[in-house]
């Protein structure tokens, strides 16, 4: 049969499910689906959501649609929440139901159906939570606070030798950090190898786990298993590239981590750390595995949005000298400048804690985050949820909400500070690392990372704009790209 009219009988085979799903299962108990966009059959709101910066679609829908709307693709409803209200209500009250992640063919062919990302609410998700809350939870970071104080100040050392790196630098400290914290692996400065193996592979995720070719594969699975002649809008060639570079680093750090612990030589780790308490004997393969795979989400987790919320800095000081100056006598007058910074300070820096929040805030390094999906049927004010729906939130209209945040495309850290200097009490910014049951397990870690790096950058340097050959300000000319991070 010829190729064409293979994929006209599986899409017209798709196209009566599609209608079949969408008639039969509309409402429940009175309660009608959410509103939002009429999409096109079969196909749904596909067209509309392609792109790289959905969450500044979504948050043109919501205006439209409110803050609980609904599109779809090939049949399946995405619910996208856009404020804390409904987020809270949903993933934190009723966590059990809106808890689970989708069941994507896209993401599986990107070999990511371990990672604790995309698994669903699952024993091996319970054990992966499990390592994290052992070398994670907020009573035991300061394990790791000498890691992350080395590393900061090695990112200091390499900026100061080349400030026009500083993009580069920033990439490497994101990398190298996670590295130190997870597996006990010390990065040298400049071009490690398995640094670089991090940084491409956490590109490659952001740029691809909202693509238009995960959408198609999701939607239409088949498109993976056709034959190579039958076309298949290159998707199996887009995926399985993804799927060779995660493959190889799930493994390198990790056999890493091995190796130091039988020579006896490894240092503190997520990794090592859980690994010797099987010191005289072998752990089930069944739990090698699953720390593996635990540990690969933490790292190319934790990187990329560290290195994004850093960049976004770095530009908010450029365009804010003034707070930039502010934030630079607190620090002078903890420190005395006869050092940099450290964690003990924090308390004593309010302004540098508001720098960080408000940089949250005004470009969230995950706008819209990673999907759950209903576990079950639910109705909320009136709408009806149906089981085994995309739910998504955006972060970014949340934080942009003008009814909560006055002026919210400004850069103004005052948002977070009373009258007197101090912090208020408005923790809004941590819904940057999720909701209920799906929370980051490694918030407490990256928030202390994000910290110190900020307050020793501010205590170093004078974050200002590069001048032309005629001695001229050049105005910075900055671009997001939006995947998982932005």
Not at 155 to 172: C, D, F, M, S
Request: contains cysteine.
């Amino acid at each position: 049969m010829p190729a064409t009219w293979i994929l006209i009988s599986a899409f017209a085979v798709a196209l009566l499910g599609y209608f079949i799903s969408s008639r039969t299962v509309g409402k429940r108990n009175g309660a009608h689906l959410p509103p939002g966009p009429i999409g096109l059959p079969l196909i749904g709101n596909i067209l509309q959501l392609r792109g790289s910066q959905h969450h500044l679609t979504l948050s043109r829908l919501r205006k439209i649609y409110g803050d609980l709307f609904r599109c779809s693709v090939f049949g399946r409803d995405i619910i996208i929440i856009s404020s804390e209200k409904v987020a809270r209500d949903l993933l934190d009250k009723r966590s059990t139901k809106f808890s689970g992640r989708p069941s994507a063919a896209g993401y599986s062919a990107m070999g990511l159906e371990f990672n604790t990302g995309f698994i669903g609410y699952t024993d091996t998700w319970r054990l992966h939570r499990r390592f994290y809350h052992e070398a994670l939870r907020r009573d035991v970071v300061s394990r790791y606070h000498s890691v992350q104080l080395r590393q900061a100040h090695a990112l200091i050392v390499n900026i100061a030798a080349q400030p026009e790196g500083y993009e580069k630098h920033l990439q490497t400290f994101s990398a190298s950090v996670i590295l130190s914290a997870v597996y006990g692996y010390d990065a040298v400065q400049k071009d490690d190898a398995l640094v670089a193996m991090v940084e491409h592979v956490d590109k490659l995720i952001a740029e691809r786990v909202f693509s238009f070719e995960v959408l198609l594969a999701s939607g239409l699975p088949f498109l993976l298993t056709t034959p190579t002649w039958v076309p298949d809008f290159g998707v199996k060639r887009a995926l399985s590239l993804v799927r060779e570079v995660v493959q190889k680093t799930t493994a390198a750090p990790f056999e890493y981590t091995q190796t130091t612990l039988a020579n006896k030589t490894g240092n503190h780790s997520m990794v090592g750390d859980i690994l010797r308490k099987w010191e005289d004997q072998s752990p089930p393969q069944d739990t090698v595995e699953a720390l593996k795979n635990a540990a690969f989400t933490a790292y190319t987790a934790g990187a990329e949005t560290t290195q994004s919320t850093l960049l976004t800095f770095v530009y908010a000081m450029l365009m804010n000298p003034e707070v930039q100056a502010r934030a630079q006598e607190q620090i002078d007058a903890v420190v005395q400048a006869k050092r940099l910074p450290d964690l003990n300070d924090r308390l004593f820096l309010p302004l540098v804690d508001a720098i960080l929040r408000e940089t949250i805030r005004w470009m969230p390094s995950a706008p819209i985050g990673l999907p759950r999906s209903t576990t079950e049927d639910d109705v909320y004010e009136g709408y009806f949820i149906r089981k085994g729906s995309f739910v998504v939130v955006n972060i970014w209209e949340i934080f942009h909400d003008a009814t909560r945040y006055t002026d919210p495309m400004s850069f103004n850290p005052n948002r977070f500070l009373r009258p007197d200097g101090t912090l208020t009490d408005d923790t809004s910014y941590t819904m940057i690392f999720g909701f209920g049951r799906r929370v980051c397990p490694g918030q407490y870690f990256a928030d202390n990372s994000l910290w110190l790096v900020v307050a020793s950058m501010l205590a170093m340097f004078n974050i200002s704009k590069a001048k032309d050959d005629e001695g001229e300000e050049m105005e910075p000319d900055p671009h997001w790209v939006s995947g998982i991070t932005q």
